[in-house]
């Protein structure tokens, strides 16, 4: 069984940075393809970033492209999503996930999830 646990988000004014973590157990982390997903209020929840398990790719939502950046430690079995110049609209809770998946900004490809975190940006 995968176990993933987010953390590292907070509350932080606009232009901030914050960075999360997803520290993944249970299998071999290496093999699996990393995403990050959010979910705020109302809406439904969103693709934000991605990396293949080789960490040769990475993908973006068109709305974090140059201010996110997602990376990985195999090592230590941990996914990052450093964050810059964060706005108000990128307030929601934000989940990390893992799988093999074909398409990486697609949800419901994903089988294992973190409980999500918190990010909160003050106007």
């Known amino acids: 069984q995968v176990q993933l646990v987010e953390s590292g988000g907070g509350l932080v004014q606009a232009g901030g940075s914050l960075r999360l973590s997803c520290a993944a157990s249970g299998r071999t982390f290496s093999t699996v393809d990393m995403g990050w997903f959010r979910q705020a209020p109302g809406k439904e929840r969103e693709f934000v970033a991605a990396?293949?398990?080789?960490?040769?790719?990475?993908f973006y939502a068109d709305f974090v492209k140059g201010r996110f950046t997602v990376s990985r430690d195999n090592i230590k079995n941990t996914v990052y999503l450093r964050m810059n110049s964060l706005k108000p609209e990128d307030t929601a809770v934000y989940y990390c996930?893992?799988?093999?998946?074909?398409?990486?900004?697609?949800?419901?490809?994903?089988?294992?999830w973190g409980q999500g975190t918190q990010v909160t940006v003050s106007s």
């Open positions: 990396i293949r398990y080789r960490s040769t790719s990475t």
């Open positions: 996930a893992v799988d093999r998946v074909t398409r990486v900004y697609n949800a419901r490809e994903y089988a294992y």
